[in-house]
């Protein structure tokens, strides 16, 4: 896949604002630009150096379109590998259309979806890695979505498989050479240091395979549903989570008959919470479909936050388990945390009984945490807050590993795997060179795919339509 004509997209949001890049890429990207150019200082921007920026005027048949600055960046010091011409002009949508227009007219085409960043990847400016970390890095959101995609485009990730790719391929290459002298029943490879490069990649692929529970936390967040009986103080619990008004409180039972969502970074980590209509049994037809949604929400999240009466609760603790235990049964793999709420009604002698008592009562149901708080008064929602982010390993992220979070990626290392464990499996039966090197091949196609070394046009095609235009 090759290309050599000229794109242009604009760079920045469409929408009106204080200023707008357009960019265009090409071989004539800088020709085509001093067309159109006139400079202030009178030089033109093919006798320029690379990244310069210069002032003057977009002109179309003597009509001045715009005053701008014009930035030049010559291949291959360029971020495409090619000419790139960045026009930033007054952010009129008028005047964004205009020069667009006039570029069309005249050499240039319309990007596609990620055709800058895609050229760039052509041109081996990136590898495929770093450039689908181009668009995790855009769409970031929290401070660990941006901390793993900087590391992954910077080249981590990709740095690590090539290390690995590079080993294997040199003993590949020995053994390939082994079958070219098979009379003469020779070793070329050594099969000791095979079986210790063989155990290497294995540690590494799988603790790649297994950072991706956390990546994709990372990169997702975490969803955390508020469920419990009406009036418990699940909309009060949202708003002081969220430090906002975000949900109707009213000491009317059943005012939530929708699932509202809204998203809190805490450490980092982006965590979607959503307020649930109260579980009760009920023959109002809206709040029973609002119950209904409940279930679909939970089934969606990744921990469920289970509130409770703290002040009542003495009264109903005999149908408190029955609930939770129906919870746990139909959702056993998700992380229930039991929220006592309203303990601003309690004295601290109720408090460490009530505490107690959920003790005693959860003991034997595993993943259930308990933590009491007001979510009128705010006492202790930042333990709450601490106890969530328990969930997630940061530690990974503290040592700046590498931690994978696209599945593309995960799918590919796992088939990697299953090929290098056949590998190991085939010198430990004493399996003939030629058998091995098929095995040992497979594990190298599924290396190249992550970095792109191997790839296909719909492969790029797939990861690409995913960017937005002007990237």
């Known amino acids: ?84 011409v960045e026009i930033s002009c007054h952010g009129s949508l008028y005047i964004q259309q205009e020069i667009i227009q006039l570029f069309l007219r005249n050499g240039c085409r319309i990007a596609k979806p990620g055709e800058f960043t895609l050229r760039a990847f052509l041109n081996g400016k990136l590898d495929l890695s770093q450039a689908e970390a181009v668009a995790d890095l855009i769409s970031s959101d929290s401070e660990a979505s941006h901390q793993v995609a900087m590391q992954q485009m910077r080249g981590g990730f990709s740095n690590e498989i090539k290390i690995l790719r590079d080993e294997l391929l040199n003993f590949a290459s020995l053994i390939e050479l082994e079958l070219d002298f098979a009379e003469e029943d020779v070793e070329f490879a050594n099969r000791e240091q095979f079986k210790d490069l063989i155990k290497r990649i294995i540690k590494v692929l799988k603790h790649l395979i297994d950072s991706f529970a956390v990546g994709n936390v990372i990169k997702n967040g975490i969803p955390v549903a508020i469920i419990g009986e009406p009036n418990v103080g699940k909309s009060t619990l949202l708003n002081a989570l969220l430090n906002e008004e975000k949900a109707i409180v009213s000491e009317i039972p059943g005012t939530t008959r929708d699932a509202i969502e809204d998203e809190l970074i805490i450490g980092g980590i982006n965590f979607r919470f959503i307020d649930t209509a109260g579980i009760r049994e009920t023959k109002d037809i809206i709040e029973t479909i609002g119950i209904k949604k409940t279930f679909e929400k939970i089934a969606q999240s990744q921990v469920i936050m289970y509130l409770l009466d703290a002040e009542k609760f003495r009264v109903q603790s005999s149908g408190f388990k029955v609930e939770i235990e129906k919870i746990k049964n139909q959702f056993p793999e998700k992380s229930i945390i039991v929220v006592a709420n309203k303990i601003d009604k309690l004295n601290d002698e109720n408090k460490d009984k009530l505490e107690k008592e959920l003790s ?5 149901i595993e993943n259930t945490y308990i933590q009491l708080l007001s979510s009128k008064t705010g006492e202790s929602v930042e333990a709450l807050k601490e106890r969530l982010l328990q969930f997630v390993n940061t530690g990974a992220l503290r040592n700046n590993d590498t931690i994978i979070t696209n599945s593309r990626h995960y799918d590919a290392l796992l088939k990697a795997l299953e090929e290098i464990l056949k590998v190991q499996h085939g010198m430990e039966s004493g399996l003939s060179g030629d058998l091995l090197a098929i095995d040992i091949r497979q594990a190298l196609y599924h290396f190249g795919e992550i970095t792109g070394e191997i790839t296909t046009d719909d492969l790029l095609g797939n990861i690409f339509a995913n960017f937005c235009i002007g990237k």
């Open 1 to 84: 896949m090759t290309y050599s004509d000229n794109i242009i997209a604009l760079a920045t949001p469409s929408g009106v604002g204080a200023i707008a890049i357009i960019r265009i890429s090409g071989n004539d990207a800088i020709t085509i630009c001093q067309s159109f150019f006139k400079s202030v200082s009178g030089k033109l921007l093919q006798e320029q150096n690379t990244h310069t920026i210069h002032l003057g005027h977009i002109i179309d048949d003597g009509r001045i379109l715009d005053e701008v600055l014009v930035s030049i960046f010559k291949d291959p010091q360029s971020y495409t590998g090619e000419n790139i």
């Open 360 to 364: 005693v009562i959860l003991q034997n």
